[in-house]
T-cell receptor
Framework: AQKVTQAQTEISVVEKEDVTLDCVYE???????LFWYKQPPSGELVFLIR??????QNEISGRYSWNFQKSTSSFNFTITASQVVDSAVYFC????????????FGTGTRLQVTL | GAGVSQSPSNKVTEKGKDVELRCDPI?????LYWYRQSLGQGLEFLIY????????KSGLPSDRFSAERTGGSVSTLTIQRTQQEDSAVYLC????????????FGNGTRLTVT
């Protein structure tokens, strides 16, 4: 069975601080995909990144970066110089390769960025 | 182009009534998914469609829940004899049927059973 754990229920930071959202996963599969989604107050889930289990290179996209470590089954997400618009619930998710994107989600981390 | 469209955005119903939730996926997306998001919970997979067939219904919580998809496009999730525990946000997503293409989600239908 697959499982995704986001131990941080809620995080509050002041604008311009860096913040890391943790994600730990469990799977018996040797190949899989990991995802991060953002859910702003409007409610619509927005895709941020997909990473396959073959590729452990870290990825950076603007102020966002992701640290995938297969050895610790973690896929952490860092926002550098946070902004108020980053306030949202962030979900980490896992899917087996070949299951057409059926995702197992974590329970989400609510990030509150204040001025 | 247009994103995934769900209707209604909000639905309040009395316990015991049936409800239908509609999802209109992104044009050309052959895969369609229904998820449920309860307060304080993560997203729970309900059912997956590939075209008009549903190869995976494993997440439907009871036989009161059913879904269909017609014309490889619009999908309807039906909940019969609603119970208070059915109250949640029901999210629909669609994707290309290639590898593990990212899911594109709609805004959801917030269902409240009184």
């Amino acid at each position: 069975a697959q499982k995704v754990t986001q131990a941080q229920t809620e995080i509050s930071v002041v604008e311009k601080e860096d913040v890391t959202l943790d994600c730990v996963y469990e799977t018996r599969d040797t190949t899989y995909y990991l995802f991060w989604y953002k859910q702003p107050p409007s409610g619509e889930l927005v895709f941020l990144i997909r990473r396959n289990s073959f590729d452990e290179q870290n990825e950076i996209s603007g102020r966002y970066s992701w640290n995938f470590q297969k050895s610790t089954s973690s896929f952490n997400f860092t926002i550098t110089a946070s902004q108020v618009v980053d306030s949202a619930v962030y979900f980490c998710a896992l899917s087996e390769i070949g299951t057409a994107s059926k995702l197992t989600f974590g329970t989400g981390t609510r990030l509150q960025v204040t001025l | 182009g247009a994103g995934v469209s769900q209707s209604p955005s909000n639905k309040v119903t009395e316990k015991g009534k049936d409800v239908e939730l509609r999802c209109d996926p992104i044009s050309g997306h052959t895969a369609l998914y229904w998820y449920r998001q309860s307060l304080g919970q993560g997203l729970e997979f309900l059912i997956y469609f590939q075209g008009n067939s549903a190869p995976d219904k494993s997440g439907l919580p009871s036989d009161r829940f059913s879904a269909e998809r017609t014309g490889g496009s619009v999908s309807t999730l039906t909940i019969q004899r609603t119970q208070q525990e059915d109250s949640a946000v029901y999210l629909c997503a669609s994707s290309l049927l290639m590898g593990n293409s990212p899911l594109h989600f709609g805004n959801g239908t917030r269902l409240t059973v009184t």
